[in-house]
């Protein structure tokens, strides 16, 4: 039925990260006045998403293949460490700043205390329990948000992995740039301290 | 290709409203995310959008039927008038506020000065000339952006539908709920002045 | 005695328009950099200040004299129009525009409905009808904030001018530079259709 | 002379941190608006400054005496350590923090490139220098801010401070409460790693 079309493209919109209803129905407009190809290809393009685009069965990292080319045997990458982020973009900026050569497992998200077991994000804490149960690296680096849900998140993980005794860190606080000395918190500035060299 | 994969549906989705590669790029993962069903889903409703929604050919509105249901004959619109807007949610804004009771003209955008006269807004100026030389409304109301490009299109409008002498009037500049006397531009100032009552 | 000597200063700095704790502290340790000179030479104009400066009598606009040179006798001003404004900012920015040459009457502030009448803007507007009754002007223009205070102020003036039968006119509403129509409320839409031109 | 007045009190506002032309006019209207005795009081508190606040001769932080209450024999700090801040909001919040118990010392600001060696904050790094030869600190610890001007200030006292063969350090950079790790820039993000424990 007609008026369903609407609500229910709407409602797919909106599934996208930071789409309200207003942007949704923009959104529609907006295709009315792409021509018939472009909507055509567009509509393809997402029909053949997942013959073209995956997670990484170990790492969850969205690329080409699974595995993936930093977990496919064989490859460059060092195996020891593996770097936990929250989101895909977060993996982009770190690899974009070359400061690293390890390994990645992407959560999707922070952890929600308030969230049963059965959450994305802690189905993929799970996999990473038995990831580094078998693959036994040297460092795990919770590379999470610096606010609440990353702490908790952080807690959480480092309990969960603590029987594999393996060595978990996390990125250092501190200053960062930007960061104004006259209204930096607590635990920012003590890190900073804490750290200094 | 399959580089080529991701290359296209980037590209689509910088065509939305508001959307650049950042974003696109978050979007591509978060449909990685979505079920199957739901990704089926979406492509099918955007390939289905012709058959669901048109613009229509009078008013260049978006909606299920063209005519739409404003300008389709035995409508309860009062047919003497025609609002000039830009985009679809100024036209849906207004709409909302229940000022209104005559038809409309959907430009899809301001004009733009360096833009040659092929662009879509301009193909709508001259329907809109066509439209109004056979439909003979009392009135053409402008209801464009308080801003230069608003100004270019009232001004192109105005012009180009002077050989029909049909009563074209402008919204009226004033002080908007917001405005802060101490900061208001000298146009604002001077219609809320010549305005006031 | 010591302690209170800083918080007294920062005190009498947090009346001043803006400024709240930190930007009082911020302030006292700027003096403490200023040259022994400047520091005295701020001293002794803030203790100069109604030597130098005054509101005048009739509008309560601040300036060198009062009456101030609009509303004194021989004036180049129209004196059949007063304007009601809050602020002498608002004053000086009307004028800057150079859109209208008549009187104008200085509030101070809008009027607070929480507030007993004993308030500095309510004797201001038993001044203006004062002044009112024995001047006569023609017109009283209200130049008030858009927003609710201002509605309250303008609504208030108005009833308590009534009885002197003078035209009362408030500046008008409309669109602003800058206004979205996709977002304008409806108060502002209605008045920019009815005053359309 | 009248005119000189406003123009001479409007110029010592300006001098205060974050106050154009515009706030400093609106001060002045607002002092007017103040009683005679709040514009005495302030007048003689701005009078008496520098007989109820100083800069410490040892550390210049602003306070009632010189010296400071830190720099004071007999006070409880640990005078092995030197933190070095720009501003006095800055030690204030590194104070609330209680993450520090050394001395201070400030510069007023941070040095900048193109200003000439006789700058106010160059003469303070001067006497940082002859502070550090004869206290002989066992560290001094730069608390400057993470852009382009706190490294220059940075380097630059670094190297004054060659000689003295004292341990020289940096609060660390890392991620600070908020940061973002989509957007951290490639230095917060590896020293964030680096220190990563």
Redesign the interface.
Known sequence: M?SD??A??RK?FE????IGP??A??????????S?E?????????????K????CAECFM?G?TSPCSFCAKGGSRDRSKIMV??????L???EK????GGLYHVL?SALDPLEDSAG?ARERVRALYKRAESAKPREI?L?????KLGEFTASYITKILEPLKIKT?????????????????????????????
């Open positions: 007609n079309y609407l229910q493209l797919l599934k996208l990260p930071g207003r942007q129905s923009r959104f529609i407009w907006a295709l009315l006045d792409f018939l472009e909507r055509k290809n567009l509509s393809e393009l997402i029909g053949a998403l997942d073209n685009l995956a997670r969205a080409k982020v929250e989101k895909d973009s977060d982009l900026n770190i700043s070359k400061i690293y999707g994305a680096i590379a999470l948000s610096p606010n860190t996390r990125l250092a606080r501190g200053l960062a740039t930007g960061t104004d000395l006259e209204y930096a918190d607590e635990t920012t500035l003590r890190q900073a301290l804490d750290n200094r060299k």
